[in-house]
């Protein structure tokens, strides 16, 4: 397994267009990841999110195909990890299933261990928001705002 990719997979009880639309709204988005964002859902459309603190997500979108997957590229411009904007890949893909959707990610060309296991823990934390969210449920506000 590549040390410079993170992979999780998470199932969720909603459709896959109900969990596609997290990622292609802005509004949606920010119910479980960011505080503020610009997002312009396209390929080739660029993205800008204040994620939590002074921790500044920005990327492009690569490839949305709902309501199976979206790609996007991620970097960070402000805040603690040094990975430029669009030096990593998110690829997401979304499998229907009897009990909704299995959900998986996989990050990769993190360029440290380091990186791997802080975002397997940042998109573990972000995902099980989703999941609540898509289900119908609330996750309340983001303990790490």
Known sequence: MSTDVVTLERPIAARPETVFSFFTDRNKWLLWMGKDGRFSFEPGGAYRTNIAGDNVAEGRFVEI???????FTWGWTEGSLSIP????????TLEPVPE???????????????ACAAHKEGWAHYVDRLATLAAGGNPGSDSWQ
Do not use: N
């Open 85 to 92: 904007p669009g030096s990593s890949t998110v690829d997401i």
């Open 65 to 71: 195909d709902p309501p199976e997957r979206l790609v």
């Open 100 to 114: 909704g959707t299995l959900l998986r990610l996989v990050h990769s060309g993190l360029p440290t261990p380091e």
